[in-house]
C-alpha cells in the first residue's frame, strides 16, 4: 500500500530575506497508513522527501545498558491513523517480554513547522529499567554541515586541533549528542546538496528533565548522528555522545570528562511525553542552513516579556559606581584598571580602559559626577601615548614597572573603535581631543597599510574588529585609504565565512576555537561597511550572516536550575551568551553586542531584534552585587572553566564571581551609550 500524501498548505519562509525573498516552497507532510512499509512520517518542500522517522518504526525503545550505550532496541509502526480536530493522531503498541508500550505522536501544523507531542505509557506490571526513549527523523544525506546552537559549527574544523571541543566530520557512525540545557537555542540543524539545489532539515525541543532518571538532574539530549547514507536528528532521553566517544560530556575547558549511565527506571502505569518541532526548507546558498531555525526559535521562545528584569538606569548607576573603584591616577598615567587587585591598564578585550571615554561623554547628564570630564580627558590622553610595534600598538601598561608591553590585534581594533566613538562625542561635547585624533590616525595608518599589502593573511576572525574603527576613521577624517583597508578586509572575510567551511572563530585570547566574539567582530565590520554605502546590499547580507551565528550562542529560553548560587537569586537565563564551544559557560559579553542587534532590527524591520537587545542588556544585569560588581561565569550547564573536577554533576547552577575584569563594566557603559545615541530610553 503507498502512502497517501495528505498535504498541508502554507510557504516557507526564506531563510536570509535579505538575500533571497523569492526563495519559497510548499511544505507537505505525508503520514503512510497503517501497516505501509517504509518511513511513517516524512516531511518535504516542493515534493521532494526531506525528513523521515526510521525504516525500521516511528517508535524505537531501548531497554538494556551494553558498552556504555542504549541497547537492546525494539521498534514499532502505528497501528491506527485518526483526525482529532487540527491534530493528526499515530497510535501503536510495543509488546516485549515485560510487558506492553502504548506509543502516540500527535501531530500538528503550526505555520511552516510541525508540532509533535510523543507519549509513551508503560502498561508492565513491573519497573523497567535501563530504559532510553528516542525521537529520530533521517535527512537523505550524510553531511557535517550540523549546527548545534553553541557547540557545534559545520564540524568546529578551527577549534578541531586544539583537542578541547565536540567536532563532527558526518563520518558513518559519528555522534554529537549533548544535554538540552547546554543548549542556547534548543534546536540541531542541518544543510545538505550543492550549489542551486540545497535543503535543510531541523529538530527543535521543548527542553525539560527526565522523570526518575539514573542520573542526578538527567534531562533529555539533543544532537545528530551519521548514518551510511543519511544524517539522523535525534532526541534521546539523557545518553550523550562526542568526538568518537559515548557517555562523555564538555564539562571542563581542556575537554571531555566521563558522563554516567544515562537511562531511565519507568514505573508500571507512567506516562511520559515530549514535544518537539520539525521543519524542512529550501537553503539559498551554502551556510545559511541554519537561518531559519535560529527564527524558527526566537517564535518559539519569545522573549520581549521583561518583567522582574533590572531597568536601564539602575544598571547603568552601579555599572558606573562600580567604574570609580577601578580609577587609578598619579601624574600623568590616569586610567581605568583592568583588575580590582593588580595595577594594570589595558586596552580592548578584558580591560576596556578605552571605553569609558566614550561612554561617559554621552552618559555624562544621568551620572552626577561631575568629575567625568577630567576622567575621560586624562584616561584618553594617557592612553594616546601608547607605545608602537612594527604592525600595531601595544595595548597593556604596566603601571609599576612604567612599560607598555603586549601584542594583541583584536584588542587593538576594539581600542581603535573606541577612541573613533570618543572624538565624534567630543565633537559635540568640546572635549580637545588633538591627542586622541593623533593616536587614531597614527594606528589607522599603521594597519591600514598592514591589511592593503599583498601579503595580508589574517590567520581568524579576530582582525575583523579594525573594520568598524576604520570606516569611523574615514568618516572622521576623510581618508580614503581607511575606507580601503577596511573594504578589503571585509571582503576577506565575507568570502571566507559565508560558506561556513570555515566558521567566525579566534575573536577571544583564551580559546582557539569558534567563538561569538569572532562572529560579532564580522557582524561589527559588515554592518559598518553597509552604513558606508559599499557595495549595495551585499554586506547587508553579509552582516545577517554573522548575526545569525551571533544569535546562535544567545540563549533565547530560561533554563531551569537546580539548587545553587543561580537559583538563589532566581536567575533567568534568557539574554545571556554562551563563550564559545570550548568555554561552555555563559556571559554577559552579549551586552556589548546589543546596539548593533538593535540598529540591524531597526534596519530590517524586525522588532524581534530589537526586542531581544532590550532584553539582552537588562538580562545581563541580574547579578550585579550591591557593589555594583558581578561575575563571568555562570555555570548553566554541566562545565567549570577549570581543568579537573571531582563531580562534574555539581557543577550546574554553580557561579564564579572572582574574576572581575573591567569589560564587565566597561561594556555596560558603552553598551547604554550607544544606545541612547539610538534613541533608546536607557533612564536618567
Known amino acids: 500500500m ?21 526563495l519559497r516552497a510548499e511544505l507537505d507532510v505525508r503520514y503512510a497508513e497503517p501497516g505501509a512499509e517504509g518511513p511513517v512520517l516524512v516531511l518535504g518542500a516542493g515534493g521532494e522527501p526531506l525528513l523521515a522517522s526510521p525504516q525500521e518504526g516511528l517508535w524505537s525503545i531501548a531497554t538494556a545498558w551494553e558498552d556504555d550505550w542504549p541497547g537492546g532496541w525494539h521498534h514499532a509502526r502505528p497501528e491506527r491513523r485518526r483526525e482529532e480536530g487540527p491534530w493528526t493522531i499515530l497510535e501503536g503498541r510495543l509488546q516485549i517480554p515485560a510487558g506492553e508500550w502504548i506509543l502516540r505522536d500527535a501531530c500538528r501544523r503550526e505555520g511552516d513547522r510541525l508540532r509533535v507531542v510523543r507519549r509513551w505509557e508503560w502498561r508492565g506490571r513491573e519497573p523497567l529499567r535501563e530504559v532510553t526513549l528516542s525521537v529520530r527523523f533521517r535527512v537523505p544525506a550524510r553531511t557535517r554541515r550540523v549546527v548545534l546552537p ?9 577549534g578541531e586541533a586544539s583537542g578541547r571541543v565536540p567536532v563532527f566530520h558526518g563520518s558513518p557512525g559519528e ?10 537555542m534548543p534546536f540541531a540543524s542541518c544543510e545538505w546538496g550543492d550549489a542551486g539545489s540545497m535543503r535543510g532539515a531541523a529538530l527543535h525541543s521543548l527542553p525539560s528533565p527526565v522523570p526518575r532518571g539514573s542520573v542526578r538532574d538527567q534531562w533529555w539530549s539533543l544532537g545528530v548522528t ?108 590616569a586610567g581605568f584598571e583592568k583588575y580590582a587587585d593588580r595595577d594594570f591598564l589595558v586596552m580592548g578585550w578584558c580591560g576596556q580602559a578605552a571605553s569609558p571615554g566614550y561612554a561617559l561623554q554621552v552618559l555624562a547628564p544621568q551620572l552626577g559626577d561631575p568629575s567625568w570630564k ?38 587593538e581594533g576594539q581600542a581603535m573603535a573606541n577612541f573613533a566613538w570618543a572624538i565624534r562625542a567630543a565633537r559635540r561635547t568640546g572635549l580637545d581631543s588633538r591627542r586622541w585624533e593623533s593616536f587614531l590616525r597614527k594606528a589607522c595608518d599603521v594597519h591600514a597599510a598592514r591589511i592593503l599589502a599583498d601579503g ?72 559598518a561597511l553597509h552604513d558606508l554605502g559599499a557595495e549595495g546590499r551585499e554586506f547587508l547580507e553579509a552582516a545577517e550572516h554573522a548575526l545569525n551565528v551571533v544569535l546562535t550562542y544567545v540563549v533565547v529560553w530560561d533554563i531551569d536550575l537546580p539548587p ?35 540598529r540591524f532590527g531597526r534596519i530590517t524591520g524586525r522588532k524581534e531584534l530589537q526586542d531581544l537587545a532590550t532584553v539582552m542588556y537588562r538580562s545581563c544585569g541580574q547579578l550585579i552585587d ?39 563594566t566597561a561594556h555596560f557603559l558603552n553598551a547604554a551609550a550607544r544606545l541612547k545615541e539610538l534613541g533608546v530610553d536607557v533612564g536618567g
Open 175 to 184: 555522534e554529537a549528542i549533548f544535554e538540552e540545557h547546554r543548549y542556547p
Open 456 to 527: 595580508w593573511r589574517p590567520r581568524s576572525t579576530d582582525q575583523a574588529f579594525f573594520i568598524a574603527p576604520l570606516c569611523e576613521a574615514f568618516k572622521l577624517f576623510g581618508e580614503q585609504r581607511y575606507r580601503d583597508a577596511a573594504l578589503k578586509a571585509g571582503r576577506v572575510y565575507r568570502d571566507r565565512h559565508l560558506s561556513m567551511r570555515e566558521p567566525y572563530w579566534g575573536g577571544t585570547l583564551d580559546a582557539r576555537c569558534e567563538d561569538k566574539e569572532g562572529a560579532y567582530a564580522a557582524f561589527q565590520g559588515f554592518l
Open 564 to 598: 545553587g548560587r543561580l537559583r538563589d537569586h532566581a536567575f533567568r537565563t534568557r539574554g545571556w551568551t554562551v563563550v564559545s564551544p570550548q568555554n561552555q559557560h555563559i556571559d554577559a559579553y552579549g551586552v556589548l553586542m546589543t546596539p548593533d542587534i538593535y
Open 226 to 333: 551519521a548514518q551510511d547514507d543519511s544524517s539522523e536528528l535525534v532526541l534521546l532521553s539523557g545518553p550523550c555522545a562526542s568526538n568518537g566517544r559515548r557517555s562523555v560530556i564538555k564539562a571542563v575547558q581542556p575537554g571531555f570528562v566521563g558522563y554516567p549511565p544515562a537511562w531511565l527506571e519507568v514505573m508500571p502505569g507512567a506516562v511520559i511525553e515530549k514535544t518537539f518541532f520539525l521543519e524542512v526548507y529550501p537553503v539559498p546558498r551554502e551556510g545559511s542552513g541554519f537561518a531559519r531555525p535560529i527564527r524558527t526559535s526566537l517564535d518559539l521562545h519569545p522573549v520581549e516579556d521583561m518583567a522582574g528584569l533590572p531597568g536601564f538606569a539602575e544598571i547603568i548607576e552601579a555599572k558606573y559606581r562600580y567604574a570609580r573603584t577601578r580609577w587609578y591616577e598619579q601624574g600623568d598615567v
Open 626 to 664: 550591591p557593589f555594583g560588581s558581578h561575575g563571568e561565569q555562570p555555570q548553566h550547564t554541566n562545565y567549570a572553566q577549570r581543568g579537573r573536577v571531582d563531580d562534574p554533576l555539581s557543577l550546574r547552577g554553580g557561579y564564579v564571581e572572582d574574576w572581575t575584569v573591567f569589560w564587565l
Open 2 to 22: 503507498t502512502p497517501r500524501r495528505l498535504l498541508l498548505t502554507g510557504l516557507l519562509a526564506c531563510a536570509l530575506p535579505v538575500a533571497a525573498s523569492s
Open 150 to 158: 553553541g557547540i557545534l559549527y559545520h564540524g568546529n574544523p578551527s
Open 374 to 411: 577630567a576622567k575621560v580627558e586624562k584616561s584618553l590622553d594617557f592612553l594616546s601615548g601608547a607605545a608602537f610595534h612594527a604592525e600595531g600598538f601595544h595595548t597593556w601598561y604596566d603601571i609599576g614597572k612604567k612599560e607598555w608591553r603586549g601584542i594583541e590585534p583584536l584588542s
